[in-house]
């Protein structure tokens, strides 16, 4: 899928304001609700919740609709940790929300939601209600089919909880009614397979939302506005589309005020938390199907980064709000930078997936960033600056080296960042020249961009031998060489891994012969592991039409990946008919082929016309005990940070590499408040 925007050169449509039923929204920018595991254990907000909201008001977001909040508390819960306003005990903290949202010039919205199938009863310890008892996804809990007196207490819930919002000072209520959760449940035919009044025709699907929003009007007055959100698209066999989406929401159009478009289900969680893949702006098409449809403001998202592509969305009429999620926990300064002419300043959402939606959803934790290890204060680091005169010297420019170099140089150290390739971006670089890692690719520039206008001097083509490092009379050094790629004792693979001419290539030979690729269309490759750069192989292989091989040691694929890169490896593994060899081992390396061994089985020689070894990588230290030894012995501190510590993921290096600031304040060079 491709989304192509003309160019332009300004930002005049998504700074203009927008007054819905009475609310003025200062700009076309909206936050919308992302659940951040920030609650406390009574569902209110935290001080990091206050914090974290707080900076995105501050960085000049239009409107800010806080994460979902739970309508029925415990039966309706979403999550680990989800916010409340079932209950009046909430509102003194929803009070003092939406006064910081309105000092700092936000409008201040609240979605309000019942998790219905999609809640956890071993989270709940409650019995999950839907339309029928059909789990939310596979493998998930069935849930209860609801009593019409069931039925009728969630509308008296979502009724109370809207009013309570309004009491509590927020501006707009939104009624989620996608994503699997228990309204999109009713409208729904995957869920829905109900005989009564609420089952069957669209009408009737639709009776539950329209009843909800009914109740909704009737508690909060007709100068306040109210959205809906649903999956326009559910973008799955036998389930709802477009234009049954918007025969859907004509049965409750005259209650709404602004629709809220968005795609997909849980079972195809890669189109509802967009993986990197989708083009900025790929749902826009719906929302402008709703706009022509009803006349009314709509909302759209999906991968939005660039505010190019979010001006052309306001500018050609395809929606008039453009959501921006991660990219607003990426960078919360976000609308500041573009209102403020500097938007070369913002740090893009690379879409990894991995510190907010795999956090929060998979491992119970709180919400972190790939690329921003500080979403609660953001920039602030930059105001306290070093006491003296200091200066750093950084070996090695893959993410953590640039990270380190970047924020020490921002709080005025005097900053060389030594790079033995030809240009900074490290392992990673190699990578990112796969097409569908893009966004990494941008990202890397983008950090080598932010470290020049920082005044970090970056020397390529120079390793950081002892010699060197001391000649610039550091006061600290930074130890961050990386990692390259594993090639275990493995019968003939170093004698053919890389070699001119050879069919066998690591990540990073592979990476220098990716434009070779369209020429195995048809023939037979072999990818040897099955983690996350493996799989990246695998799928630029698919998208070129060649027959994969892929090879894997251990039991399951895709052990290190977040949960919505998995799904989107494993949609491709489906579509490009991928011979998957689980608990399998690679046992020797031909020119020709490779021979494989399964855990239960007999030695296979497979034919291929090249083979990609993605074995994982290793640190890169080898000139390290020297450079310390050295260092350390006209006293100056050496720190190892990224994947010359331990291959780990970007997130991992680029925190380990703020920790710079750290290093700074131990050695009595910088004084945090």
Known sequence: MTISYAQTTTTTQILQPLTVRGMTIPNRIVMPPMGTNFATAGGELSDEHMAYYRERARGGTGLIIMENVCVDHPTGSNGYTQLRLDNDHCLPRMFAFTEMMHRCGSMAGVQINHAG????????????????????KPGGHAPTPMTLEQIGHVVECFGRTARRAQRAGFDMVEVHGGHSYLLNQFLSPLYNHRTDEYGGSPRNRARLLVEVLREVRSQVGERF????????????????????????????????????????????????????????????????????????????????????????????????????????IADPWWVRKVREGRPEEILHCISC??????HRIRQGRPIRCTINPSILDNESYRATKVSVPTRVVVVGGGPAGLEAASSAAEVGCAVTLLERGEQPGGSVRHAARLPAKWRIAKYL???????????????????????????????????ATGGLPVAPPITGLREHLDRPGSTVSSIIGFASRIDEVARWRGRRAVVVGAGAVGLDVMEHLVDHDVQVVLVERLPAIGNDLDMVTRLQMLEVLERGDVDVRVSTSLTEVREEGVVVRPADGEPEFIEMVHGVICLGMRPVTSGLPELIERCTGVGVPVMNIGDSVRPRKIIDAVREGRGVLKALNELGRRAEA
Request: net charge negative; proline share 6%; hydrophobic share 40%.
């Open 445 to 479: 520039d983008e950090s080598v961009l932010r470290a020049r206008r920082a005044g970090v001097d970056i020397r390529t083509g120079q390793p950081g031998e002892p010699d060197r490092v001391l000649a610039e009379h550091p006061d600290l050094v930074v130890n």
């Open 225 to 328: 506005p109210i959205s809906v959100r649903l999956s326009a698209d559910e973008l799955l066999d036998g389930g709802n589309r477009l234009e049954d989406t918007l025969a859907l929401a004509a049965h409750c159009d005259e209650y709404v005020d602004i629709w809220n478009v968005s795609a997909a289900e849980n079972p195809n969680l890669q189109y509802q938390i967009d993986m990197a893949r989708l083009p900025d702006g790929w749902r826009s098409t719906m929302a402008r199907a709703f706009r022509e449809e009803f006349g009314k403001p709509t909302v759209t998202s999906g991968n939005v980064r660039d505010p190019q592509a979010a001006e052309r969305i306001i500018a050609d009429g395809d929606a008039d709000l453009v959501a921006i999620g991660r990219g607003l």
């Open 353 to 358: 997936n991995i510190g907010c939606a795999d």
């Open 117 to 136: 199938a999609s809640a956890d009863p071993a989270l709940t310890g409650a019995a999950t209600l839907s339309s029928s008892d059909v789990p939310s």
